[in-house]
């Protein structure tokens, strides 16, 4: 998969699809089924990526964290609007990704395998290898983990506030799903130009050390 298609790939099945099964499932389905739809491209994307290239997508992985337990809470509470009134699981998410510093390999470190798995096996010992011998590498992924810990804490924060403060609920509602489809779109356009330049500065040392 050339490398283009599979930046514009990443972010229609995490961030586009999802998203836009969402609007159209909303009116007809309410919040529930919405939340359904929406989990509904990431499920697909996974097991075709599972079946055909025996690779398991880490980033549609945790895109699909944050809806499941939001789909369940609806299911069991049936109030659809308490489904998106209580936005704590992006929050849990982050102080994942923040909590993973103290371990040696964070959370980033296996996104960037999982990305690297989907190229080929020479990639992923590769990246393992350079993770090893390369301390710039391991800054740069931990900063990646800090970045997105820090990013889907704050939209927790910001989504809080919004439906605990507006009177509006169906306003509330919108903006409350901007803000989580805006901060995914955002954390994994800025990781796609990371991981861009981390391949730059990768090629650069080969020519160096050539």
């Known amino acids: 998969m050339k490398v283009p298609y599979r930046y514009l790939s990443a972010l229609a099945v995490n961030i586009a699809l999802p998203w836009l099964a969402y609007r159209l499932a909303l009116p007809y389905w309410g919040v529930t089924g919405a939340l359904a739809a929406s ?3 990431l499920l697909a994307w996974i097991a075709w990526d599972l079946y055909h290239a025996r690779h398991f997508d880490a980033l549609s992985a945790i895109v699909l964290a944050g809806i499941v337990p939001l789909l369940a809470w609806a299911l069991i509470d049936r109030d659809a609007q ?3 009134e209580d936005p704590m699981v992006s929050g849990v998410i982050g102080v994942t990704f923040l909590l ?3 371990l040696k390999k964070p959370l980033v470190y296996y996104l960037g395998r999982s990305t690297a798995s989907r190229e080929s096996r020479d990639r992923v010992a590769e990246f393992e290898r350079h993770y090893r011998e390369r ?3 391991v800054a740069q992924i931990r900063r990646m983990t800090v970045v997105w ?3 889907l804490t704050a939209e927790n924060i910001a989504r809080y506030w919004v439906v605990s403060t507006l009177s509006d609920a169906q306003l509330a509602l919108h903006i409350s799903t901007a803000l989580r489809w805006g901060v995914y779109g955002a954390l994994t356009l800025w990781t796609i130009r990371t991981r861009r330049r981390l391949k730059r500065m990768d ?3 080969k020519m160096e050390s050539a």
């Open 39 to 41: 989990a509904a491209p």
């Open 82 to 84: 308490r489904a998106l």
């Open 100 to 102: 993973s510093l103290l």
């Open 135 to 137: 301390p710039q590498l």
């Open 149 to 151: 810990g820090i990013g």
């Open 203 to 205: 090629a650069d040392s």
